[in-house]
């Protein structure tokens, strides 16, 4: 006869082994499609919940123009985070749960510089567009493209008309890399969202027209109407929602609701 001990820890033996395949068994994969303006947030929380829930995440960034784009043209996807309006139609579309609709955080565009250059006093327009002509080259992403601070900046420029002067040094980015041309020295001043800039090492980021309401964009999240994990993916997008997620989010820049 087997002493206690030993049947015991059989047992508990045998209760883990049923729980990691149970564990395994109920483990999803999850297809988030994001702004890249979240993926500094994305890179630092993503990794806690698939630890703590036991989900695997492939996350694929881009401007939420074009991952909209993708969309629309049938890309699938479990969890969504564009801006309000893009998720709005694609609730209308029948291709988002309106249930599962939530706003994550709210961020406008800064401008970054090298850390060690002196900080310029761009307190008003006048004294904005002095420090953007003497700026000896400026990158961005594509406006075409859709990105939120390559449009805006385009559109803030042009309203003070120096829009041209700026084009001649401008060189564009891959979307939320404007400020890592500057961290290499390739340019003197990168354009983005703050959480795009904060992140960036040897980069200090200045917050550009913070008076101006027009300046921030909204992201909202949302889960798939046809996802085959809507367990899994309104997990991950209540985890989005975390104070723990919410603080990561203020670090990099933006504000959380």
């Known amino acids: 006869m087997l002493h206690k001990s030993v049947l015991t820890a059989a047992a508990l033996a045998a209760s883990g082994i049923v729980s990691f395949f149970a564990g395994a068994a109920n483990a999803a994969e999850i297809k988030l499609l994001s702004t890249v303006a979240l993926k500094s947030v994305m890179e630092l929380v993503l990794p806690d919940f698939e630890r703590t829930s036991g989900h ?39 291709k988002a749960a309106t249930a599962a609709r939530a706003d994550l955080s709210r961020a406008g565009p800064g401008l970054g510089i090298r ?50 002067a700026l084009k001649s040094k401008t060189t564009y980015s891959k979307p939320g890399e404007g400020a890592t041309l500057v961290s290499n020295g390739e340019v003197a001043l ?46 991950l997008l209540a985890f989005l929602q975390s104070p723990k997620a919410k603080d990561v989010i203020k670090s990099q820049g933006m504000v959380a609701p």
């Open 56 to 94: 695997k995440i492939t996350a694929l960034y881009g401007t939420a123009a074009s991952l909209k784009k993708r969309i629309d043209e049938g890309e699938l996807f479990d969890v969504a985070v564009l801006n309000p309006a893009q998720i709005d139609d694609l609730i209308k579309q029948g």
């Open 115 to 164: 850390a060690d250059a002196s900080k310029p006093d761009i307190s008003t327009d006048e004294k904005l567009k002095a420090f953007l002509l003497g700026v000896k080259s400026i990158s961005h992403g594509d406006p075409a493209a859709g990105g939120f601070s390559a449009v805006y900046f385009v559109k803030m420029s042009t309203a003070m008309g120096i829009a041209e």
């Open 190 to 235: 990168g354009v983005g969202m703050m959480s795009e800039v904060v992140p960036v090492a040897g980069v200090q980021a200045l917050p550009l027209k913070t008076d101006d309401p027009a300046s921030f964009s909204v992201h909202t999240g949302a889960i798939a109407a046809g996802t085959k994990d809507a367990d899994a993916a309104r997990a």
